[in-house]
């Protein structure tokens, strides 16, 4: 299968803000991507919008499956996501919120597929206790667990070691490994030790300057 994301002359603005312009980029199975920057250079903001969570202000974003285009609304199917700002259901259990997710997502026979997620990310024995009492760092796994369930072609990480402890640090690591040997990988984050997640680079600061130029008129 050929699984392709184009960025066109993606450009965003929160109304007299520009965030960014002109950002270019093709992504296939077996790519990677960093972005970096500073804090609000709009790393958040470029995932978000590849991700279809956001609209780009202008250009476009196109996923694409054999040449075919893939409806925005049926993106989510393909795409993994673990973000500060992605919330867990914290009144439920680490098993019962993947079993939402799975029923969301429409998988079959997901019981062994949790089983199996909650293990790679150290959680399994802690499955049956409430989110609302697990640390920040397990919080983080759980949204892994979440992420890699439906075993994603994308792959999107923000911020992807926030909260973890040196183990936790590992397994982003060897995720982040697999992930490029089967999908697409994109990783936002300011560590620039990171950034070697990544065989490409996209730096936002560097870009926002070229911007700035083009649009002070
Ligand atoms: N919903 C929003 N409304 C207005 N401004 C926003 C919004 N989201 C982000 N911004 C602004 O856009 C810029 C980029 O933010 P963000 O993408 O979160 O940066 P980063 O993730 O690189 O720290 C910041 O200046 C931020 O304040
Ligand atoms: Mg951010």
């Known amino acids: 299968m050929d699984f392709k994301i184009t960025l066109k002359n993606v450009r965003k603005n929160f109304s007299r803000l520009l965030v960014f312009d002109s950002v270019n980029f093709e992504l296939t199975i077996g790519s990677s991507l960093a972005i970096a920057g500073k804090n609000g250079s709009g790393k958040s903001t470029l995932v978000k919008i590849i991700a279809g969570l956001l609209s780009p202000s202008a250009g476009e974003v196109i996923y694409q499956i054999d040449g075919k285009k893939i409806d925005k609304l049926d993106w989510f199917k393909y795409i993994g996501f673990v973000a500060p700002y992605l919330q867990l259901y914290d009144e439920f259990t680490g098993y019962e919120n993947l079993e939402i997710l799975a029923r969301i997502r429409g998988l ?50 923000d911020e992807p070691t926030s909260n973890l402890d040196a183990e936790g640090v ?8 697999e992930q490029k040997k089967k999908g697409i990988l994109i990783v936002a984050t300011n560590e620039a030790e990171e950034l070697q997640m990544c065989e490409e680079v996209i730096n936002l600061d560097e870009l926002k300057l070229k911007s700035r130029e083009q649009i002070v008129k």
């Open 108 to 157: 079959k026979n997901y019981k062994n597929k949790i089983e199996e997620v909650l293990k790679r990310v150290n959680l399994y024995a802690r499955r049956d206790d409430l989110v609302r009492g697990y640390s920040s760092g397990m919080k983080q796994r759980l949204k892994y667990a979440c992420a890699l369930l439906h075993e994603p072609i994308v792959l999107i990480l």
């Open 170 to 177: 590992e397994m982003v690591w060897k995720i982040a490994q």
